[in-house]
Every structure is written in structure tokens, then in C-alpha cells.
């Protein structure tokens, strides 16, 4: 399955650049958490499917993607700008934005080191890997959703992050425009 975002680094531009519009200096370990959130979350709304190509591993206190820690270690390093992203993806990370921006750091530490593939990983120990189908697995759960309804029960159900786009009919009516997601199809063998 193709991935959504040719790097992580692209991911990284658009939340940093989306901190800044909205005047704020995104700390790292924010950062690591909202990039955490969007490729589980994306999963979800998507079947599976990854926003982009990184791996999750614990530190101290939550998960990082290695390669973005060490890019970024001193600040935003002088390169060329990401690419250009799809609507699709920008929709999505505005979704994720408005949904987890609002918080600081430690708030999204302490919530995500609750969710299970990180609690687990981070039991193991430092620079454990978070196994990216155990991510898929937790956020889509019949827990999860649940615990969706539960106030402060630290997981949101995918239609409280991804919101529906909001477009006018022809007569002027709002429509809500989300994208068509086919169900999987199960080939059965033949004996």
C-alpha cells in the first residue's frame, strides 16, 4: 500500500509551519506526539494505510520518529521546503491540528503514554520500537471506541479528529464531503 507523504520531514514542515501561523513555537516532544497521533490516526481513517514512511521508537517520556529527533535536534535545519501535500493530507493534519494543537507538550505525553502500543513499548524500555500494525490495531479497537465516549478516557474516535469537509450544493445547501473509502473484499479460495 502507497504511502500518503513521500517523508516525515514533509509531515514536520506543515505542523511546525501551521505552529507558527498560529504563533507558536512547537516544542519537539510536542512535535513527536502530534507526528505519533497523525500516523496512527491516519491509519484509521484510511484502512490501514500509513501518512508516511517513519518508525516510532520510545524515549524517556513517549514516542519519537529517530530520524526527525536527529534532524531537528538544533532547531529547524537550513534546508529546501517539503513537498507540496495533497488535499486529502492537508485536510487531515488541519483535522489533527485543531484537534490536539491546543495542547502543551506534557498534556500530550501524558495522554499518549496512556494508549497501549506506547505503554507497552516504553515498559520495555528506551528506543523500543512501536510496531506500527499494534498502533492500527489499538486506535481502530472496539476499546477505543468506546472509550471514545468516555470523557477524559485519553483516546478520540477517528470522526472527533477527521472532520468532514463542509461544501456548498449547488442550491447553497452544506453538504459534508468526506472521501469515498471502498470496504476491503475477501477472495475466498477455491478447493
Known sequence: MAIAVKSCLDVVFWLSDQALNDREYIQPQKL???LYLSQAYFAVAYHGRKLMPATFVTDAFGPVEPTVFHAFAYGRPN??????????VSHFLDGIWRRFGQYTADQLTKKVAEHAPVALAMAKGVNEEIPFDEMVTFYTSEAAARSAKTPGSGVDHVDQVVKPRVLRSQSGKPVSVVTWKPKAVTVKKEE
Do not use: D, K, V
Not at 534546508?79 to 486529502?88: F, R, T
Open 32 to 34: 513527536h506526539r502530534l
Open 79 to 88: 534546508m529546501i521546503e517539503g513537498n507540496a501535500l495533497s488535499e486529502q
